[in-house]
Structure formats: C-alpha cells, structure tokens
T-cell receptor, first 114, second 114 residues
Framework: EAAVTQSPRSKVAVTGGKVTLSCHQT?????MYWYRQDTGHGLRLIHY???????EKGDIPDGYKASRPSQENFSLILELASLSQTAVYFC?????????????FGHGTKLSVL | AQSVTQPDARVTVSEGASLQLRCKYS??????LFWYVQYPRQGLQLLLK??????VVQGVNGFEAEFSKSNSSFHLRKASVHWSDWAVYFC????????????FGSGTQLTVMP
C-alpha cells in the first residue's frame, strides 16, 4: 500500500511566525499535492507539484509557499502565519495525471495559529 | 466551472439500516468521480471511483455508487450500515486539466446509532 507521511501531526504556532509542514512519500509518484481542510468545507488545493524542483499554484495559494526538493519530499511553508490559516492540512500523492488516478493521502497536520 | 455539492452536512442512521449519501456534480463532458472516506483522526481513503462505463460502481466494505448523467449525480449507497462506518464521506470530481486535482464536496458526516 502506498504511503504518505506528514510531520508534524499537530502544531501550535504564533501569529507572524514561520511554519513548515513536511510530507514524504514512498510511492515513487510524480504528483504531490497540499490541501487545506476547514470545518464544513471540502478540501481545497493550495499548491501541487508534478516534478522535483518545480511547484504550481492551486486554488488558494495566497500566504503559502511550497518546495519540492526531491520526488519524495514536498513541503508547505507559511512565512508569516495568520489566524486564518488555522486548519487541517493534507498532503497527497498520485502516480500521474490520468483522469482515473487515485490520490493517496497522509494523516493530516492540525495547525493552530494563536 | 467544475464543482461538487453534497447537500447533507450530517446524516444519522441506525445500525443495520440502509444508507444513501447524495452528491451532485457540475462538469462539462464526462466526469471521473470518486468517493473518499475519512475516519476519525485519519487521512482520506478511497472508497470507490467511477470510470465512464457501467453506471453502478462497487467499492470496498459493501459500498456502491450510481452515476447518473441526466441528474448530474453520483450517490453513495450501502444496504446495511455498520457502526464502523461512522466517518466523514467526501465526493470528488477530477479536474479536467492543469493540476488534475480532485475537486471535493464539503463532506457528509455519517453518524451511526446503535
């Protein structure tokens, strides 16, 4: 079974501080995604990547940066954390751009910005 | 624009009863549709996926879904609910280009009563 590991599992950050969320996959997948989940909302795409050293903006990229230093690793960076970025963040990977391709998700990171 | 609507934020059923969770989609062309489940404190897991073809799709743990182009729907069903089905269920459609991301509905929280 494909594996996507996120760290940390939860984090408390201060407003204006820098936060880095990490994701590691052992699936040999090309595509990786960062989603944000808010209560009462579905998952919304923040950034994605289809190759190492390249990232793309998703639907809600403002306030977030992403980094893909290798095929296995994909980080989400909040340079200046804000209260509105309190949410659960999910990393996912997939084999390619095929329309029927499934996504494999990590367990999520619960971020609280105070 | 592509979108998914899950009109029921919460559904409560008794154990052993049948279940239907509703999903409506908006998509130009033939969609690829998915149902994911999120158990407490876990990431999302694939229940089933629809490829163009047979409108009824079988998934894991006795779940099935039926695609209807005329109704723009992809409802999830189960004949007899078990307490372990207590979870949040997300319907999703694959974006047609660009990121090939999954576009998620807001989710339905399923509560199973003894």
């Amino acid at each position: 079974e494909a594996a996507v590991t996120q760290s940390p599992r939860s984090k408390v950050a201060v407003t204006g501080g820098k936060v880095t969320l990490s994701c590691h996959q052992t699936n040999n997948h090309d595509y990786m995604y960062w989603y944000r989940q808010d209560t009462g909302h579905g998952l919304r795409l923040i950034h994605y990547s289809y190759v190492a050293d390249s990232t793309e903006k998703g639907d809600i990229p403002d306030g977030y940066k992403a980094s893909r230093p290798s095929q296995e690793n994909f980080s989400l960076i909040l340079e200046l954390a804000s209260l509105s970025q309190t949410a659960v963040y999910f990393c996912a990977s997939s084999d390619g751009a095929g329309e029927g391709e499934r996504l494999f998700f990590g367990h999520g990171t619960k971020l609280s910005v105070l | 624009a592509q979108s998914v609507t899950q009109p029921d934020a919460r559904v409560t059923v008794s154990e052993g009863a049948s279940l239907q969770l509703r999903c409506k989609y908006s998509y130009f062309g033939t969609p690829y549709l998915f149902w994911y489940v999120q158990y407490p404190r876990q990431g999302l897991q694939l229940l089933l996926k629809y490829y163009p073809g047979d409108p009824v799709v079988q998934g894991v743990n006795g779940f099935e879904a039926e695609f209807s182009k005329s109704n723009s729907s992809f409802h999830l069903r189960k004949a007899s609910v078990h307490w372990s089905d207590w979870a949040v269920y997300f319907c999703a459609v694959r974006a047609s280009s660009g990121s090939w991301q999954l576009i998620f509905g807001s989710g339905t929280q399923l509560t199973v009563m003894p």
